[in-house]
């Protein structure tokens, strides 16, 4: 099984791309092709549940909330929270 990742909208672009650069297999949506812009939480995780998705964010103040009710009634493939401040670099390890 392969494992497939989605963007936040809030995730920095960088990341994305530095993981794809390093290991161009590993499957990566990011926001934009996701068509996430605007939309909320709950939905994100609903779209990357759907999609057989991981979901990966910097919004380490909501996204736990949001996660811990959406996997009370619903099946996630995860969620994967990033500190802002951490360096790309390290991110992408």
Do not use: C, W
Request: proline share 3%; hydrophobic share 40%.
């Amino acid at each position: 099984m392969k494992i497939r990742f989605q963007g936040d909208y809030d995730l920095k672009r960088a990341i994305i791309a530095g993981v794809k650069r390093r290991q161009s297999e590993i499957d990566f949506r990011n926001a934009d092709d996701a068509l996430l812009h605007g939309v909320e939480d709950e939905k994100v995780l609903a779209i990357a549940a759907r999609d057989g998705r991981i979901l990966v964010s910097h919004d380490r103040n909501t996204m736990p909330v949001h996660f811990t009710n959406f996997i009370s009634n619903q099946d996630s493939p995860g969620l994967i929270l990033i500190e802002q401040s951490l360096p790309v670099r390290d991110a992408i390890e």
